[in-house]
């Protein structure tokens, strides 16, 4: 069982949960403290210390963490002329889907459009949603470049805290 374990100012508090919530990780991120996850409960030595996690323990966790805040990054997706496109998964292959439907069926606007944050769009230009498409594409690629520099950096031990990382716009 993956245990979530705090770490304050480099030390393991002894709190450790089974489950993971938004919650618990808002509420220790507000106390300035790190969580990882362990395979192992912890125990206090003789001082009711319980002692420092390992290095890979930490750069593990910190790589978990930094490929789920790129994906949330990723999701915000694009704002195309004042209109924003999601950029998870799915929505970029119902992007895809719509562009192939309007291509084959030889249209260049979509009657109605409903857009990442549920608005309706009359008349919607298929030109916006492939520029939508691409730029949702080029900032994934930016992302996943800015991840893979950050990783080397934890790889190497030169980042520690990914509370100040800057993603690209």
Do not use: C
Not at 48 to 75: C, T
Not at 81 to 98: C, K, T, V
Not at 111 to 117: A, L
């Amino acid at each position: 069982m993956k245990l979530l374990t705090v770490i304050k100012n480099g030390q393991f508090t002894g709190t450790q949960y089974e489950q993971d919530s938004d919650a618990i990780r808002a509420h220790h991120a507000s106390q300035g403290e790190m969580l990882v996850f362990l395979d192992y409960r912890l125990t206090a030595d003789e001082n009711g210390a319980y002692g420092s996690p390992s290095g890979a323990e930490v750069k593990k966790q910190l790589m978990s963490d930094l490929s789920a805040e790129r994906k949330f990054q990723e999701r915000q997706g694009v704002d195309i002329n004042g209109i924003r496109y999601a950029g998870d998964p799915g929505n970029r292959q119902a992007l895809q889907e719509a562009i192939a439907f309007m291509d084959d069926a030889g249209l260049t606007e979509f009657e109605s459009w409903k857009d990442s944050d549920n608005v309706f769009h009359a008349n919607h230009p298929l030109a916006d949603v492939r520029d939508a498409y691409r730029a949702i594409g080029i900032h994934r690629v930016a992302l996943i470049e800015a991840e893979g520099q950050y990783a080397a950096q934890i790889t190497s031990g030169t980042l520690t805290d990914l509370s100040d990382l800057v993603w690209p716009a």
